[in-house]
């Protein structure tokens, strides 16, 4: 069974800084990519950024420039560097990941973890 564990979240000041952690246990062969997506009261969930195994990232057009998602794939963690926190930005912050191996001869499967929460307030 493979698990997501985030870390993290919690109360940060308009224009601080968070770094959020996610850490993929279990018999893992490999995972094809990792990323983060948040989910504010009464939106859709949405995507902030992934990275893939290789290292290609890909943002959310609301975080370019502001957040940094980073991975270290010998740990199956990946990281997300947050700065110049909005008042758009809280939101339950989900981990996923993609394409999860546990065995070569299985198709990979997407897992999400339980989600962190991020508050921006002064």
């Known amino acids: 069974q493979v698990q997501l564990v985030e870390s993290g979240g919690g109360l940060v000041q308009p224009g601080g800084s968070l770094r959020l952690s996610c850490a993929a246990s279990?018999?893992?062969?490999?995972?094809?990519?990792m990323g983060w997506y948040r989910q504010a009261p009464g939106k859709q969930r949405e995507l902030v950024a992934t990275?893939?195994?290789?290292?290609?990232?890909n943002y959310g057009d609301s975080v370019k420039g502001r957040f940094t998602i980073s991975r270290d794939n010998a740990r199956n963690t990946v990281y997300l560097q947050m700065g110049s926190l909005k008042p758009d930005d809280p939101a339950v912050y989900y981990c996923?990941?993609?394409?999860?191996?546990?065995?070569?001869?299985?198709?990979?499967?997407?897992?999400w973890g339980q989600g962190t929460q991020v508050t921006v307030s002064s």
């Open positions: 990275v893939t195994r290789d290292g290609n990232a």
């Open positions: 996923k990941a993609d394409a999860v191996i546990t065995n070569p001869t299985f198709v990979g499967l997407d897992y």
């Open positions: 279990g018999h893992i062969f490999s995972i094809y990519a």
